[in-house]
């Protein structure tokens, strides 16, 4: 029987998780809520990754050979921080974390040269050549750089401070913007210039005029407003670049890197395979594959675009 693989990708909010086979085909997909303990505390994010692996069935769940952990944070969670969050769960598996600028390029869905855009709390572009090399640039603290002279600032700060998500914050930009607010919709301008300035230092390192470009994190995929102007500039800057929304990418390359800890390497095959699956899941719409959560996890994500 094929042993399955499990990438796990954390927004410090919610867990999006992906899970496929030794030969690339990714069969289960799904979000939950956090499982970074530093947030949450050990307990949480146990329960909440036992509510996910719970519901992928006890037949898959016995398979997994291989769990990889991604964490979107300025700081790498080591893996011994990870066993006791994993313990009595995945008891058989070979268990580690990897760094999300590793697992974001990765896990996008083309053979082709491919950028991932990360728009969080930090803005990060990361290039995989076509060649296998990878090069990496970071902006820091996106919505905060922005102008703070205004009075609808403090509604922002407030929902900020209170630990809502940036999904949340995204979308409260979106409805001040909506509403004739020239500070949002010049913070939403900022933060958008920020991430295509992100795209273009990495630009000059393009070897083919149609790279895949996709888009990550709660700022980028949760604001309207910011993605069109990023779109639409990107349009400008690199016409025949391929852009595309990645929620998954970082969750599908912690698979990705699981499915490695049993090779040294990814044979063409594998990739193809990956590639065709990952495709499958965006154009069917990857909700059709998420798993059924606990409301206890559910109460801890975020709203997901």
Not at 16 to 28: L, N, P, Q
Not at 135 to 143: A, C, D, I, K, S
Not at 204 to 210: I, K, L, V
């Amino acid at each position: 029987m094929d042993r399955l693989f499990l990438g796990i990708a954390d927004t410090n909010n919610c867990a999006f998780m992906v899970v496929g086979d030794s030969s690339g085909e990714i069969v289960f997909a799904g979000i939950g809520g956090s499982v970074n303990h530093r947030c949450w505390g050990i307990n949480q994010a146990k329960l909440n990754l036992h509510s996910m692996i719970e519901a992928v069935g006890a037949e898959i769940r016995s398979r997994i050979a291989g769990v990889c952990f991604t964490y979107i944070k300025e700081h790498q969670i080591t893996q011994e921080e990870v066993l006791p969050v994993v313990s009595g769960l995945v008891e058989e598996a070979a268990v580690h974390v990897e760094d999300l600028a590793i697992t974001g390029a990765l896990g996008l869905h083309s053979p082709k040269e491919r950028l991932f855009l990360m728009g969080d709390r930090l803005g990060l572009a990361i290039l995989l050549s076509e060649g296998g090399q990878r090069h990496e640039v970071r902006q820091g603290e996106l919505l905060w750089n922005s102008r703070r002279d205004h009075e609808d600032f403090s509604h922002i700060q407030e929902l900020h401070e209170n630990e809502q998500c940036l999904s949340d914050l995204a979308q409260a930009l979106d409805c001040l913007a909506s509403q004739g607010s020239p500070w949002a919709l010049g913070v939403a301008y900022d933060i958008a210039c920020d991430l295509v300035r992100l795209v273009v230092r990495l630009g000059n390192r393009f070897s083919r005029p149609d790279p895949v470009i996709g888009f990550c994190g709660p700022l980028l995929l949760g604001s309207e407003t910011i993605r069109q102007r990023v779109q639409y500039l990107l349009s400008l800057l690199f016409p025949q670049a391929e852009v595309i929304s990645a929620p998954l990418a970082p969750a599908k390359g912690a698979y990705l890197s699981s499915l490695l800890t049993r090779n040294t390497e990814l044979r063409p095959e594998v990739l193809t395979t990956f590639y065709n699956s990952a495709r499958n899941v965006t154009q069917r719409g990857w909700l059709d594959f998420v798993i059924n959560i606990s409301k206890s996890a559910e109460r801890n994500c975020c709203q997901v675009v």
